[in-house]
């Protein structure tokens, strides 16, 4: 069964910093990219960050360039988002996902709270 779990999330104050895993199982993710989606309180659910898993090429929204990183090990089949001056502006759910280079098929993670107070 493919499946996506992150974890990470929790309570930060501004500045500070969070570290989210997503952990992959289930198949190979060679030919995906994997992105970070998050969901703020009365919001729509927003792009955050994708890495191309076989090139590592990253991209990222604006919002979050020069704050966020994302990264992914390739022997624990795990990305990581390093996030970094965190703001309250960044308080959200946030989602992993999977989407194929070539192909319509997306998964989803659960999702995990990152909460960033003032």
């Known amino acids: 069964q493919v499946q996506l779990v992150e974890s990470g999330g929790g309570l930060v104050q501004a500045g500070g910093s969070l570290r989210l895993s997503c952990a992959t199982s289930?198949?190979?993710?060679?030919?995906?990219?994997m992105g970070w989606f998050r969901q703020a309180p009365g919001k729509e659910r927003e792009f955050v960050a994708a890495i191309t898993w076989s090139s590592g090429i990253t991209n990222y929204a604006d919002s979050v360039k020069g704050r966020f990183t994302m990264s992914r090990d390739n022997a624990k089949n795990t990305v990581y988002l390093q996030m970094n001056s965190l703001k309250p502006e960044d308080t959200a759910v946030y989602y992993c996902?999977?989407?194929?280079?070539?192909?319509?098929?997306?998964?989803w993670g659960q999702g995990t709270q990152v909460t960033v107070s003032s």
């Open positions: 289930g198949r190979t993710f060679n030919n995906y990219h």
């Open positions: 996902n999977a989407r194929p280079v070539i192909g319509t098929l997306h998964y």
